[in-house]
C-alpha cells in the first residue's frame, strides 16, 4: 500500500536539503493517501497479495481517520454555526419518535455523532476480529489475526467516504427511507466486495470462499449505519405523522 511507505529518515532529509540529487524523494502523505484508494478500488485484490508483517495498525488506523473525519468535522462545525445563529427551530416528527422522546432521539443522535472518533478503531478492531473468526471456522486462516485486520480496514476506506457523505446529507438536508436505502445498499455492495478482495488476496484463499466470509462482516457496519440513520429518517414504509402534528416544538 502506498500509504505504507516508510517515511525518509531525517538525514535523507538533510542530504536533500543540502542538495543531494542521489536522496530518493518520496511522495507526500496527500499523494499516497489518495493513490491508497485509487489502487484500492482498482486492483483490490493485488493490493492485498503482499503482508508485511507484524502489521503496523497504526499507519492503517491513521489513513481510515484521515479519511473519515475531515467531512465529519466540517459536519460539526456546520451544525455549531447553525445552532448557534438558527435558533430555536420546531422539530419534524419521524418514525424514531413513535419508539422514543424526540428530545432523547435528538441527543442520542447527536451523541452518536460525536463518538464517531471513538468508534472508529473499535470497528476497525470488531470487524477484523469477526472475519478472522470466520476464516477459522470455514477451513482456517493462513495469515496472522493482524493481517486480518490490516485487510479488513483498508477494504473499508472507501465506503466510509460514502458514509460520511451520507452522514452529511441526512443531518442537513434530511432525506427519506427510499434514497437512503439505495444507498446504503450501494454502501454495503462495494464493502463486500473490497472486503472479498482483501481476505482473498491476503490469505490466498479461493474467491468464493473469501466472498462468503465477507458476508458477515460486510453487514457489521451496514447495521451501525442503519440504526443511526433511523434516529433521523423523515419516513418509513408504512408510516405516517400523526394527525394534526406535523411538527413538535420543544
Keep these: 500500500m502506498p500509504i505504507e511507505w516508510s517515511r525518509a529518515s531525517s538525514a535523507d532529509r538533510l542530504a536533500s536539503a543540502a542538495g543531494d540529487s542521489d536522496v530518493e524523494q518520496l511522495p507526500g502523505i496527500a499523494w499516497r493517501m489518495l493513490f491508497t484508494l485509487v489502487q484500492l478500488i482498482r486492483h483490490p485484490?493485488?493490493?492485498?497479495?503482499?503482508?508485511?508483517?507484524?502489521?503496523?495498525?497504526?499507519?492503517?488506523?491513521?489513513?481510515?481517520a484521515a479519511v473519515r473525519l475531515p467531512i465529519w468535522l466540517g459536519l460539526l462545525v456546520a451544525l455549531a454555526i447553525f445552532s448557534y445563529y438558527g435558533g430555536p427551530t420546531p422539530t419534524r416528527i419521524r418514525p424514531a419518535h413513535e419508539?422514543?422522546?424526540?428530545?432523547?432521539?435528538?441527543?442520542?443522535?447527536?451523541?452518536?455523532l460525536l463518538l464517531?472518533?471513538?468508534?472508529?478503531?473499535?470497528l476497525y478492531f470488531f470487524n477484523g476480529i469477526f472475519s478472522h473468526v470466520a476464516l477459522s471456522l470455514?477451513?482456517?486462516?493462513?495469515?496472522?489475526?493482524?493481517?486480518?485486520?490490516?485487510?479488513?480496514?483498508?477494504?473499508?476506506?472507501?465506503?466510509?467516504?460514502?458514509?460520511?457523505?451520507?452522514e452529511v446529507t441526512l443531518h442537513t438536508v434530511g432525506l427519506g427511507f427510499v434514497p437512503v436505502a439505495a444507498v446504503v445498499a450501494a454502501i454495503w455492495l462495494l464493502y463486500f466486495v473490497l472486503l472479498g478482495c482483501a481476505l482473498t488476496g491476503t490469505h490466498n484463499i479461493p474467491a468464493i470462499r473469501g466472498f462468503l466470509v465477507?458476508?458477515?462482516?460486510?453487514?457489521?457496519?451496514?447495521?451501525?449505519?442503519?440504526?443511526?440513520?433511523?434516529?433521523?429518517?423523515?419516513?418509513l414504509p408504512g408510516w405516517a405523522p400523526p394527525v394534526g402534528m406535523k411538527f413538535f416544538v420543544p
Design 116 to 122: 464517531v472518533p471513538a468508534g472508529l478503531p473499535l
Design 45 to 64: 485484490r493485488r493490493s492485498f497479495e503482499r503482508v508485511q508483517e507484524p502489521v503496523d495498525h497504526g499507519t492503517t488506523l491513521r489513513f481510515l
Design 214 to 235: 465477507a458476508l458477515v462482516p460486510a453487514g457489521f457496519p451496514i447495521l451501525l449505519l442503519c440504526a443511526r440513520a433511523y434516529l433521523v429518517l423523515e419516513d
Design 138 to 166: 470455514t477451513g482456517g486462516a493462513p495469515r496472522s489475526i493482524g493481517a486480518t485486520l490490516r485487510a479488513t480496514g483498508y477494504a473499508l476506506a472507501p465506503a466510509l467516504i460514502c458514509v460520511a457523505i451520507l
Design 99 to 112: 419508539l422514543l422522546d424526540p428530545r432523547l432521539v435528538e441527543a442520542l443522535s447527536l451523541w452518536l
